[in-house]
T-cell receptor, first 114, second 115 residues
Framework: DGGITQSPKYLFRKEGQNVTLSCEQN?????MYWYRQDPGQGLRLIYY???????QKGDIAEGYSVSREKKESFPLTVTSAQKNPTAFYLC?????????????FGSGTQLSVL | KQEVTQIPAALSVPEGENLVLNCSFT??????LQWFRQDPGKGLTSLLL?????REQTSGRLNASLDKSSGRSTLYIAASQPGDSATYLC??????????????FGQGTILTVHP
């Protein structure tokens, strides 16, 4: 089955630690996105990539970093500089940068601080 | 800056009712609008996508309308069922410039359909 796989489902971070969230897709999609969701709020864009080896900051990029070395993979690192990392993180992809294409989402990673 | 608002924040209805969820946006220069469904602890599933040139889209018991000039969209659910219980989010795509490819989401409407 084609789709987007996020792992792990639950992740705990210690003070001062960097953690990496995985996002893999086998849909052959060019564009990939990372969103953060806080309770009772809509999704906010962290980073997005429209092609391999290229990515742009979203609205809340501070304290996060990404890479796009392969088309299928778009990992997100939550660094120690992110002071309030507890949230539900969602990865999404789109076939190409054409806005007429639907966005597909993974099942999410819940990150909590110990 | 685009802002998207959804009303009501929560809605509880008996099974079988027809219901309307509302979404409004402040900047009418959008490319399209999408409605998503999210089950607790899960990702989002795209329900309907309306291009800015369209007035409505239909899928089964769902109908979404778009009035771009007034900055509004509605999601109509006919003959609601307990399985429709979820959070419904709307999102607008920006028309261009440096915001190309970005979506702005509303905060969602939590729908509960009880038997």
């Amino acid at each position: 089955d084609g789709g987007i796989t996020q792992s792990p489902k639950y992740l705990f971070r210690k003070e001062g630690q960097n953690v990496t969230l995985s996002c893999e897709q086998n849909l052959n999609h060019d564009a990939m996105y990372w969103y953060r969701q806080d309770p009772g709020q809509g999704l906010r864009l962290i980073y997005y990539s429209q092609i391999v080896n290229d990515f742009q900051k979203g609205d809340i990029a501070e304290g996060y970093s990404v890479s796009r070395e392969k088309k299928e993979s778009f990992p997100l690192t939550v660094t120690s500089a992110q002071k309030n990392p507890t949230a539900f993180y969602l990865c999404a992809s789109r076939r190409n940068r054409d806005l007429g294409e639907k966005l597909f989402f993974g099942s999410g990673t819940q990150l909590s601080v110990l | 800056k685009q802002e998207v608002t959804q009303i009501p924040a929560a809605l509880s209805v008996p099974e079988g009712e027809n219901l309307v969820l509302n979404c409004s946006f402040t900047d009418s220069a959008i490319y399209n609008l999408q409605w998503f469904r999210q089950d607790p602890g899960k990702g989002l599933t795209s329900l309907l996508l309306i291009q800015s040139s369209q007035r409505e889209q239909t899928s089964g018991r769902l109908n979404a309308s778009l009035d771009k000039s007034s900055g509004r969209s509605t999601l109509y659910i006919a003959a609601s069922q307990p399985g429709d219980s979820a959070t419904y989010l709307c999102a607008v795509s920006h028309a261009g410039g440096t915001s190309y490819g970005k979506l702005t989401f509303g905060q969602g409407t939590i729908l509960t359909v009880h038997p």
